[in-house]
């Protein structure tokens, strides 16, 4: 398998324009969660999802910023409209669940740079 | 609701020195893992603990895991330049948090 996917790897857009961040998790895998990481703020969990359904949304900074997981194979996690302090590291990751409960390692994805202008 | 604590900040090691983090949890976990990151790069999955007082061994690292199940560490023997990273704890609990990390960097 490839791993976890994202694109763009980088990002460069201007204040108020809209920008999507897209995911492919692992095959098989039913958990997708999403990551900001800034110096400032660190690694922070935005929401994740569990078998496409969105489980706990309360990381998201506010109504800007919005995330589907249409099919279990995809997610995007949107900003509009963007602003400079989205300017940050965003990550995807996946995991799935052991059978003796939790969850077993996250596999993250290599990032989306975003700078906002 | 649950919170993880993780101290320091930031050590600057010289080449050869120990290094160790911590990691607290306000509440009871059911599990502990480690990710390092490297700089540039995203989390990786370094290992995970289960039982209370555990205790594993990857070469030079040693993982604890505490007797409560409130709090971890990461001890490095002898660090290397490539010990050089983030590493993170990530407490689970009914969810997962990860903790803010600890900056290693070691100078040769």
């Known amino acids: 398998d490839a791993g976890v996917i994202q694109s763009p790897r980088h990002e460069v857009t201007e204040m108020g324009q809209e920008v999507t961040l897209r995911c492919k998790p692992i095959s098989g895998h039913d958990y997708l969660f999403w990551y900001r990481q800034t110096m400032m703020r660190g690694l922070e969990l935005l929401i994740y999802?569990?078998?496409?359904?969105?489980?706990?949304d309360s990381g998201m900074p506010e109504d800007r910023f919005s995330a589907k997981m249409p099919n279990a194979s995809f997610s995007t996690l949107k900003i509009q409209p963007s602003e400079p302090r989205d300017s940050a590291v965003y990550f995807c990751a996946s995991s799935f669940a052991l059978s003796r409960g939790g969850l077993n390692e996250q596999f993250f994805g290599p990032g989306t740079r975003l700078t906002v202008l | 609701g649950q919170q993880v604590m993780q101290i320091p900040q930031y050590q600057h090691v010289q080449e050869g020195e120990d290094f160790t983090t911590y990691c607290n949890s306000s509440t009871t976990l059911s599990n502990i893992q480690w990710y390092k990151q490297r700089p540039g790069g995203h989390p990786v999955f370094l290992i995970q603990?289960?039982?209370?007082?555990e205790v594993k061994k990857q070469k030079r690292l040693t993982f604890q895991f505490g007797e409560a199940k409130k709090n971890s560490s990461l001890h490095i023997t002898a660090t290397q330049t490539t010990d050089v990273g983030t590493y993170f704890c990530a407490g689970q609990n009914n969810d997962m948090r990860f903790g803010a990390g600890t900056r290693l960097t070691v100078k040769p």
């Open positions: 999802f569990n078998n496409n359904v969105p489980i706990d």
């Open positions: 603990l289960v039982k209370s007082g």
